[in-house]
Nanobody, 121 residues
Framework: QVQPVESGGGLVQAGGSLRLSCAAS????????MGWFRQAPGKEREFVAS????????GYADSVKGRFTISRGNAKNTVYLQMNSLKPEDTAVYYC??????????????WGQGTQVTVSS
């Protein structure tokens, strides 16, 4: 059973930075990617960024380009999301997921429990 576990969320002022971490246990297909999604209250879960197992950056949502950076860790099955220049609209529960190299949440079968990110204005 593959289980991603997120950490690093919290409360930050607008313009600040946070770094999210995700470590996944279990074995997955080498063709899978690790991705970050977020869900704000009353909104659908949306894609943020993803990276392939070989470290190739699969992509970013337009809303975070230039501010967020996804990277693979040295340890296998780890991924980070560096979030800079945070805005109040970035407030959401952030989820780490493992699945196909797409932006669709439905293509990711494995999900973490989520970590809250709150950006105050």
């Amino acid at each position: 059973q593959v289980q991603p576990v997120e950490s690093g969320g919290g409360l930050v002022q607008a313009g600040g930075s946070l770094r999210l971490s995700c470590a996944a246990s279990g074995r997955t297909s080498s063709s899978y990617s690790m991705g970050w999604f977020r869900q704000a209250p009353g909104k659908e879960r949306e894609f943020v960024a993803s990276v392939r197992w070989n470290g190739f950056i699969a992509g970013y949502a337009d809303s975070v380009k230039g501010r967020f950076t996804i990277s693979r860790g040295n340890a296998k099955n780890t991924v980070y999301l560096q979030m800079n220049s945070l805005k109040p609209e970035d407030t959401a529960v952030y989820y780490c997921a493992i699945g196909a190299v797409t932006t669709a949440a439905s293509d990711y079968p494995y999900w973490g429990q989520g970590t809250q990110v709150t950006v105050s204005s």
